[in-house]
Antibody, heavy 114, light 107 residues
Framework: EVQLVESGGGLVQPGGSLRLSCAASGFPFSNYEMHWVRQAPGKGLEWVSYISSSGSAIYYADSVKGRFTISRDNAKNSLFLQMSYLRAEDTAVYCC???????WGQGTTVTVSS | DIQMTQSPSSLSASVGDRVTITCRASQDIRSDLGWYQQKPGKAPQRLIYSASSLQSGVPSRFSGSRSGTEFTLTISSLQPEDFATYYCLHHHSYLLTFGGGTKVEIK
């Protein structure tokens, strides 16, 4: 079964850091581009970041550029999102998705609040 | 940047109704568009890819079409399990651009 499972979310104070993980199974992860997408409470979907299958190409939304870092470990079928200098407006459910958004994980919740 | 304008933002319909949701792209995006269904607390599920191709396992009452930069999702006969929020999504290279969503509620 093709599956993406996120973890690492939680409550963090403004200015803090958090590292999200996405574990992939059921497909050849190393062949797939990957995205992080987020959804703030009661809001729509927002693309956050992209990484190519090899990790050589990386892009970020302007709203997170300079604060978030995407990476992957193809040997461990894992995708990561290192989030720093977190703001209240980063509060959202964060999902990983395959390139082309064919498969999504359930998401992990990040709450930035003092 | 390409913008995706989705309408309506919400609609009320009854079981058995025909429902149509539209997304308009700000420029030509070929057929690089998908339609997704999202239920509360769940991940989005792709219904349609490449504007009009039905995702495997998705009921045939869902269909997609394209006319230039206007894309349409049609549910031919709304079922109780179809009450959800629907999003269009344009994917190009590294970027995903979403429509604002349409919440389909029970009348």
């Amino acid at each position: 079964e093709v599956q993406l499972v996120e973890s690492g979310g939680g409550l963090v104070q403004p200015g803090g850091s958090l590292r999200l993980s996405c574990a992939a199974s059921g497909f050849p992860f190393s062949n797939y581009e990957m995205h992080w997408v987020r959804q703030a409470p009661g809001k729509g979907l927002e693309w956050v970041s992209y990484i190519s299958s090899s990790g050589s190409a990386i892009y970020y939304a302007d709203s997170v550029k300079g604060r978030f870092t995407i990476s992957r470990d193809n040997a461990k079928n894992s995708l990561f999102l290192q989030m720093s200098y977190l703001r209240a407006e980063d509060t959202a459910v964060y999902c990983c998705a395959t390139g082309g958004a064919g498969v999504w994980g359930q998401g992990t919740t990040v709450t930035v609040s003092s | 940047d390409i913008q995706m304008t989705q309408s309506p933002s919400s609609l009320s319909a009854s079981v058995g109704d025909r429902v149509t949701i539209t997304c308009r792209a700000s420029q030509d995006i070929r057929s690089d568009l998908g339609w997704y269904q999202q239920k509360p607390g769940k991940a989005p599920q792709r219904l349609i890819y490449s504007a009009s191709s039905l995702q495997s396992g998705v009921p045939s009452r869902f269909s997609g079409s394209r006319s230039g930069t206007e894309f349409t999702l049609t549910i031919s006969s709304l079922q109780p399990e179809d009450f959800a929020t629907y999003y269009c999504l344009h994917h190009h290279s590294y970027l995903l651009t979403f429509g604002g969503g349409t919440k389909v509620e029970i009348k």
